[in-house]
């Protein structure tokens, strides 16, 4: 996805009041990064390009979804991940997931998702940690999930990644 692209689509993020914008998955060992603005997050995306990454992963939550929106600290193991102990992962039954890949990106197209009701209800008794499912206010998930998907494909048509 191109500069332009990444802007629409920081844009579209932050065009409703209240957006809580962070990684979805933080670096190992480091806090997570919230972003509050799109000027912010196209630096983000500019950064993440220069140093030949592929993608930009974001979690992303607006105060009428309800629910809970904070980083939670996961385990790594230290064998594997080359001595790192520790990262933090957004997680939530609601959050939307924006996944964009970068112009010199390989790798899974560009896309926008979210849990619906009915999956987050059949998951809820295996993952506790992430609260009632009853929390969420299941509509303006939806909502909120529909409008960066038309924004998506709009974005995809106009620089032919459709």
Excluded at 9 to 16: R, T
Excluded at 52 to 81: N, T, W
Excluded at 109 to 115: C, D, E, F, K, Y
């Amino acid at each position: 996805m191109s500069e332009a692209g990444i802007a629409a689509m920081a844009e579209a993020i932050f065009a409703k009041p209240g957006a809580a914008v962070a990684q979805a998955y933080s670096e190992a060992e480091q806090e997570t990064l919230h972003f509050h603005s799109p000027a912010e997050l196209c630096a983000y995306a500019a950064r993440l390009e220069a140093e030949g990454a592929s993608e930009v992963f974001l979690a992303v939550h607006y105060p009428d979804m309800g629910g809970q929106f904070a980083p939670r600290r996961i385990a790594l193991d230290p064998a594997k991940c080359d001595g790192l102990t520790y990262r933090y992962v957004c997680e939530g039954w609601g959050l939307i997931r924006v996944y964009l890949r970068l112009s010199s990106g390989k790798g899974l197209a560009s896309h926008v998702g979210a849990n619906s009701q009915k999956r987050a209800e059949k998951w809820q008794p295996h993952y506790p940690e992430f609260g009632p499912t009853d929390a969420w206010h299941w509509d303006a998930v939806g909502r909120h999930e529909r409008r960066l998907i038309r924004v998506l494909k709009k974005v995809a048509e106009q620089e032919g990644l459709a």
